[in-house]
């Protein structure tokens, strides 16, 4: 893409109503625009990221054996009406009437809708286990909607859910989804741990928030340091082995790692060396929790077990938030000068920064170059502005993508162009050659 071409408006300010840096970034690298409060629209840019990311998260779900539907976002009020949670969400919930007096609802979440398609279809525990997502806008009218797209009212979330015949193999499922989202957030470039949540009045220890640490997350974070060491990029398990997806899981739970409703002070202290300890703030970028037979009952998702008796499937419910993650990540991942793109969802692999638009030598090279990088698929922005290189230096900073290509007349004399990391600001004197194999084209 030729920067002269795209949709891009970037900001040199700082916009005062951003109070946080992944905030203020997306609005100056000009990836969303603000329609009302807690609802943005994504600019190319942005809209490259969340794509990238709706993608990891796909892959990985698609990946443990989990099957992709699309459900609407629309919903009728007499299905929440049989779980009782019509009544019982409260204001967060987006209530509309359609023309013939029809009560309606934009979705929060869908565990009824799910819970009634398995009810018409599935009736005997030879299906099972089934699971199932979509990735799907939702919205929920938060009280303050703030920080961006990390607290909105319209927001894209992949939720997923299991079905299964009892409790046990309801767990094997979760096993699944926790290791699956292991591997999600480490291909994301994340860090996240996985911390023991509330799990209301149904109890069990089956329920944990996935969170990234960053100084202005929501939560509190207490936990065991060998969690934040821990890496799970490369972590490959076999999902049809209950036992060895179980392994991990178990290691991640035999460390101490709670948020703040969680948190055991005393336990903290007795089970967690001093210099072990690690107090931070967190972001929730993700929640998986088994609530057994909370919505098949009130909904008859029943099926019938191998003793022939009915029985309500056990599930479990697993959320992802795809928008926020595009905040979080920007949060964990940037600097003074901007957004530092982890490769696997950067919006462009390379910038190339033609130092000098007017230079006909300098054009010819960077359209060269252009040229072979689009043709063996490298994914590029080219900077082919009249600008001067200070601003062209600033925005391919801001905007954040891994790789900087700059062509300049003095270094083309020499037959070198400069490569440089975003992430470690290295800079190196190259061929032409050996920029474009090293950038794989
Ligand atoms: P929170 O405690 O942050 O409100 P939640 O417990 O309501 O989250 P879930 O219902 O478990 O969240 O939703 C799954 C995921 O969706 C969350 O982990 C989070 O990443 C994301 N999410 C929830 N609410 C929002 C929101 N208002 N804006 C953006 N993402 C959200
Ligand atoms: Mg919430």
């Given at each position: 893409?030729?920067?002269t071409?795209?949709f ?14 992944s905030?203020?970034?997306?609005l100056?690298?000009?990836?969303v ?8 629209s ?13 993608q990891?998260v796909?892959e ?16 009728s ?32 979440t869908?565990?009824?809708?799910i819970?009634?398609i398995?009810q ?21 009218d938060?009280?303050r909607p703030?920080?961006g ?12 859910y299991?079905?299964d ?12 989804f ?6 999600t957030?480490?291909r ?50 076999d999902?049809e082995?209950?036992q ?5 899981v ?20 007795s089970?967690v060396p ?15 929790f088994?609530?057994?037979t ?5 909904l ?9 008796e009915e ?8 959320g992802?938030g795809v928008s ?15 957004i530092?793109w ?8 390379v910038g ?8 006909e030598?300098?054009?010819k ?20 502005r009249?600008e ?8 391919m900073?801001l ?5 900087q ?13 400069e ?5 470690t600001?290295?800079k ?11 950038l794989?084209?």
């Amino acid at each position: 893409m030729r920067l002269t071409r795209y949709f891009l408006p970037t900001m040199k300010d700082t916009p005062s109503e951003a109070q946080i840096v992944s905030h203020r970034l997306m609005l100056r690298a000009g990836m969303v625009r603000q329609a009302s409060a807690g609802i943005y629209s994504w600019l190319p840019m942005g809209y490259k990221v969340l794509r990238k990311i709706e993608q990891v998260v796909r892959e990985e779900q698609d990946r443990m054996g989990c099957q992709e539907v699309l459900m609407p976002t629309i919903q009728s009020a007499d299905l929440w009406r049989k779980s009782g949670r019509y009544d019982a969400y409260g204001p967060e919930m987006l209530r509309i009437r359609d023309r013939h007096d029809r009560d309606m609802l934009y979705g929060p979440t869908n565990e009824e809708q799910i819970t009634e398609i398995f009810q018409a279809e599935v009736h005997s525990y030879r299906a099972l286990p089934k699971l199932m997502y979509h990735i799907q806008w939702k919205f929920r009218d938060e009280v303050r909607p703030r920080f961006g797209v990390m607290r909105g009212r319209e927001f894209l979330m992949k939720d997923a859910y299991s079905f299964d015949l009892d409790y046990e193999k309801a767990a094997e499922s979760y096993r699944k989804f926790f290791v699956c989202y292991l591997r999600t957030f480490a291909r994301l470039g994340l860090k996240a741990i996985p911390m023991e949540a509330d799990t209301g009045p149904i109890g069990g220890n089956l329920s944990h928030e996935f969170i990234i640490l960053a100084d202005t997350g929501e939560s509190a974070v207490f936990c065991h340091r060998d969690f934040v060491e821990a890496d799970a990029s490369g972590l490959k398990v076999d999902y049809e082995d209950p036992q060895a997806v179980k392994k991990v899981v178990d290691y991640y739970t035999s460390l101490y790692a709670r948020t703040d409703e969680k948190h055991d002070a005393s336990l903290f202290e007795s089970e967690v060396p001093e210099d072990k300890r690690v107090e931070r703030r967190g972001i929730e970028v993700g929640h998986i929790f088994y609530f057994g037979t909370k919505y098949s009952e009130p909904l008859g998702a029943s099926i019938a077990t191998p003793e022939g008796e009915e029985s309500f499937v056990h599930m479990g419910s697993y959320g992802i938030g795809v928008s926020r993650l595009v905040g979080a990540i920007i949060e964990a991942s940037h600097d003074e000068n901007g957004i530092i793109w982890p490769e696997s969802i950067a919006p462009y692999k390379v910038g190339l920064i033609n130092l000098r638009a007017g230079d006909e030598a300098c054009t010819k090279a960077c359209d060269e170059i252009y040229a072979k990088l689009n043709e063996a698929g490298v994914e590029v922005l080219y900077d082919d502005r009249d600008e001067r290189p200070g601003a062209k230096f600033a925005d391919m900073d801001l905007i954040g993508l891994p790789w900087q290509l700059v062509v300049g007349p003095r270094g083309l004399e020499k037959g070198v162009v400069e490569l440089k990391s975003r992430a470690t600001g290295e800079k190196e004197e190259v061929s032409l050659e050996s920029a474009l194999s090293r950038l794989g084209a």
